[in-house]
């Protein structure tokens, strides 16, 4: 991770290249806080614009893979940084001069009548750096996490039938794993485990599965969640 850390006092004005691997150790630590898990390790393919005044554009693209839940099914779902992101392009500034900038704006304000703030240097488009070095790394670990899903299918895509709602069987390994009912090219009308109906029709005297209580569960605590954060905003 080394190399993406710059010393800039070791870089001429003009562009240079930077080709940094993404050990997987380290991208789990950035993933940790979600359920993504990594195989591989990653790269950074990564190019910087060094202009005299130590303003520096970086650019560049991520190479990496890792894996989350399927929505549907829970079988594992691929996650490709290099294609879900677009190339990165972020210009970095002495953080000194951004201070100076923000003074120098909220000095400017001053003669308009109000009392308005100096800005802070964290709202300005540019991000800050201190000192001789420019650290990548957060930029990087960043843009990982952005690339994270709201919801992603296994490989099967829009054809995952997900799980049984009365047993919680994987119904594509239950399909797939009947050679009648692959061959059939149609998802059932049953489960193949526990027989519910997927249409959501069941005969009466039904009885609940631990797995569907779980479910009711899960939806009563939602509801109760809901109502009560409603409640509260009406007051």
């Not at 000194?96 to 909220?106: D, K, P, T």
């Not at 939602?222 to 905003?233: F, V």
Request: glycine share 12%; charged share 30%; hydrophobic share 35%.
């Amino acid at each position: 991770m080394a190399a993406l850390r710059i010393d800039l006092d070791e870089l001429e004005e003009g562009r240079h290249e930077v080709e940094a691997s993404l050990p997987q150790a380290w991208i789990g630590e950035v993933l940790s806080s979600t359920d993504a898990q990594t195989r591989d390790d990653g790269r950074a393919h990564l190019e910087l614009d060094v202009q005299g005044d130590r303003t520096v554009l970086v650019r560049g693209r991520l190479e990496l893979r890792y894996v989350v839940p399927c929505a549907r099914c829970l079988d594992d779902a691929f996650v490709d940084v290099g294609s879900e992101t677009q190339d990165l392009c972020v210009t970095y500034v002495p953080a000194e001069r951004l201070r100076q900038w923000a003074e120098v704006s909220g000095e400017a304000l001053e003669g308009e009548g109000d009392e308005i703030e100096p800005l802070d240097p964290s709202e300005l488009d540019e991000l800050g750096y201190e000192g001789k070095h420019l650290d990548l790394r957060e930029l990087v670990s960043e843009q990982i996490l952005l690339a994270y899903p709201m919801r992603a299918l296994c490989a099967r895509g829009e054809a995952c039938l997900g799980l049984c709602s009365n047993c919680g069987a994987n119904l594509n390994h239950a399909v797939e794993g009947d050679p009648e009912l692959a061959a059939a090219g149609s998802p059932p009308s049953a489960c193949p485990k526990c027989g519910h109906r997927l249409d959501g029709s069941e005969p009466e005297g039904a009885a609940d599965t631990p797995w569907k209580k779980a479910l009711a569960g899960v939806s009563l605590q939602d509801s109760g969640s809901e109502g009560k954060g409603g409640g509260g905003s009406k007051g």
